[in-house]
């Protein structure tokens, strides 16, 4: 049982260390059954982290270690789709020469975090937890219209286009190997996209197995809305730190003079002249003349409609999460700075049978530290155990 107290969702869960306790399960199907049945985690305490990632104060410093402990022996492949609409994605296979996969494990899908992309030292080390345990490859989704890919995605020309390019991309590498299973994995801006992509009902077929996501908004509202109301200086900096990255890769990191030109066509840049991004104020004129104005596409045209079509819950009668068919699992951290979660969404999210919540007392907003000193993260065992999962129990899940 909640109690009402718990129940609170506050935009100010921002520790410096993380709490040293186990994780709470939460499911109604045959995924959570399954789980409970055999997850060795489950029982395994985790921390005390010496700092959780805060992506306003300690981001730097987590890049750091990333960098320290990336690995050296990747190799990298460039898959350049054409979308429908015209545009490109750049696609990244990586694997390992070193290690020797296993010839029954899929494939990952990999939407990253929204200041990463396929070469950053955190993408690196995720996708070498997978092919150092056995899996051939791991594809990692570099989005359009992102700056810090220009110099390793040329070929994107054009910076918009649907809101979420995920099953032309699953189309195109079901294509490609046609004998090979898929998992999609997900964080923070790239869960979001998962999540979307699994409410669709493209994504009801036998390729994919399921996916694996952290760090996201569930409740779009609540998100939202925390926008305005909070006053706590942790997430008011996070928020100048995420509508700085829309702001820059749209307005200043264009491609080439082309995708500058039709930027302009869409955009007003002088509005984001001298624009002050800790004001709560610069949260509608990012969203509504950025994000929704860059996917003219799309069918939004405001925050509201963007939140209501892309959260996996938003108020009752938009919940995406309910069309939901394959088994999906959803990693969070309580203390999560920038993406609290709403207590109040466990017993909705029970709903829909093919969904199970890890719920972490301490991990703060993507990173997970177990500890600095040797480095260890331990999302990266909960993410294997998982995909294991899918991959044993495929034809009962």
């Given at each position: ?42 029982h ?17 410093v ?16 460039r ?20 290690e ?16 990463d ?18 899996y ?10 992102c ?6 995605s ?18 195109y590498?079901v ?15 790239g ?11 493209s994504?009801?077929r036998c ?15 609540m ?19 995420i509508?700085n990255?829309?702001?820059?890769a ?8 082309t ?25 509608k ?8 104005k ?21 108020d ?25 979660f709403?207590?109040e ?14 719920l972490?007392?301490g ?7 177990e500890?600095?000193?040797?480095y ?17 129990k495929?034809?009962?899940?």
């Amino acid at each position: 049982m909640i109690s009402k107290a718990s129940k609170r969702v506050k935009f100010d869960c921002h520790p410096i260390f993380s709490k040293w306790a186990k994780p709470n399960i939460y499911g109604s199907g045959k995924l959570f059954e399954f789980i409970k049945d055999s997850s060795k985690l489950q029982h395994r305490s985790t921390g005390p982290a010496l700092l959780t990632y805060n992506p306003s104060y300690f981001r730097e410093v987590c890049m750091r270690v990333d960098k320290l402990v990336q690995p050296k022996n990747l190799t990298y492949k460039r898959h350049i789709i054409d979308m429908p609409d015209g545009g490109k994605i750049g696609v990244d296979e990586i694997s390992n020469d070193e290690e020797l996969p296993k010839s029954d494990y899929p494939s990952l899908l990999y939407c990253t975090g929204g200041a990463d992309h396929s070469y950053t030292a955190r993408s690196k080390v995720r996708a070498n937890w997978f092919l150092e345990a056995g899996y051939p490859s791991v594809f990692i989704v570099n989005r359009r219209c992102c700056g810090r890919v220009k110099q390793h995605s040329p070929q994107i020309t054009v910076p918009y286009g649907k809101y979420n390019d995920l099953p032309d991309i699953v189309d195109y590498l079901v294509d490609i190997i046609p004998e090979r299973k898929w998992i999609l994995i997900g964080s923070c801006f790239g869960a979001q996209n998962v999540l979307d992509y699994f409410s669709q009902s493209s994504s009801n077929r036998c390729e994919v197995l399921g996916g694996i996501v952290d760090s996201f908004q569930f409740n779009g509202k609540m998100f939202l809305d925390g926008h305005y109301t909070s006053r706590v200086p942790f997430f008011q900096n996070s928020r100048k730190l995420i509508l700085n990255v829309f702001v820059d890769a749209a307005l200043n990191h264009a491609v080439n003079k082309t995708v500058y030109d039709q930027v302009s066509e869409l955009v007003d840049r002088s509005k984001f002249k001298n624009i002050n991004l800790t004001d709560k104020s610069a949260v509608k004129l990012v969203n509504e003349e950025l994000i929704c104005k860059m996917c003219p596409d799309a069918p939004f045209s405001t925050q509201e409609e963007y939140y209501a079509m892309t959260s996996p819950y938003y108020d009752e009668n938009h919940k995406n999460f309910l069309s939901i068919k394959k088994p999906l699992v959803l990693v969070y951290a309580q203390d999560d700075p920038f993406s609290p979660f709403d207590l109040e969404m466990i017993e909705i999210l029970k709903e829909n049978p093919n969904l199970c919540l890890w719920l972490y007392p301490g991990g703060g907003h993507i990173i997970f530290t177990e500890r600095l000193i040797p480095y260890s993260c331990y999302l990266k065992d909960v993410y294997l155990e998982n995909a294991e999962l899918l991959v044993r129990k495929q034809w009962e899940l």
